[in-house]
């Protein structure tokens, strides 16, 4: 079935830099592209949604882009922080449809 | 008070036995759904529910059960546990953004160990 994937498991990053975790998807008619953060023993946290109409979208010192030619989904964080430590997850929906097609997230580690 | 509570946080049990986890919200949403999530992996779907009278299987529903007592309570079950069960299960409820996505709220989820 249609899925979404994503490139990297895990990602290390100076804190301060920027960080940018990358998801892939395969299913076209998805309408809205999701990013969920979740901190070591909690639940996911919504983070962003994209549209699919859009190609980029900006939240606090969060970025997240769509290029619907190749089927690429990224979220930038800017200056990433310690607070950033967290897997994150990208997870795709339709309008139609309430249910949510997730990707198998990526860590990232933040180096002091 | 968090928005989606889960109880319990954690539970230790033994193979065969029955188990319950309860989920509650205050977030007045319609639509609410039971996750597992395996180590260093993402999150399956179990059941899902639109209203009170609606209930739907996810993708991995063989061997639980649910019950949506109310709009605020959806509980899951296990008839009969086995060590395979041993995870991470979420309880969420759903609601649409201004933008139109249907974004989920998760509780803090419940750790259950099957020995």
């Known amino acids: 079935g249609e899925s979404v994937g994503l490139h990297l498991p895990t990602l290390s990053v100076q804190e301060g830099d920027n960080s940018i975790i990358n998801c892939a998807y395969s299913n076209s008619a998805s309408d809205y592209f999701i990013w969920y953060k979740q901190e070591s023993g909690k639940g996911p946290q919504f983070i962003i949604d994209?549209?699919?109409n859009m190609d980029k979208r900006q939240g606090q010192r969060v970025t997240v882009l769509l290029n619907k030619t190749v089927k690429h989904l990224s979220l930038q964080i800017a200056a990433t922080q310690p607070g950033d430590s967290a897997v994150y997850f990208c997870a795709e929906t339709w309008s139609s449809n309430y249910q949510l097609i997730w990707g198998a997230g990526t860590k990232l580690i933040i180096k002091p | 008070d968090a928005d989606v509570t889960q109880t319990p946080r954690n539970r230790i049990t033994k193979t065969g036995k029955r188990i319950m986890l309860e989920c509650s919200q205050t977030?007045?949403?319609?639509?609410m759904y039971w996750y597992r999530q395996d180590p260093g992996l993402g999150l399956r779907l179990i059941y899902y529910s639109f209203d009170v009278k609606d209930i739907n299987k996810g993708e991995i529903s063989d061997g639980y059960s649910v019950s949506r007592q109310a709009q605020a309570k959806f509980s899951l079950s296990l008839e009969s546990a086995i060590p395979n069960q041993t995870a991470l299960y979420f309880c969420?409820?759903?609601?649409?953004?201004?933008?139109?996505?249907?974004?989920?709220?998760f509780g803090a989820g419940s750790r259950l160990t099957v020995l």
């Open positions: 977030k007045g949403h319609d639509r």
């Open positions: 994209i549209r699919s």
């Open positions: 969420a409820t759903s609601g649409r953004l201004i933008s139109g996505a249907n974004v989920l709220t």
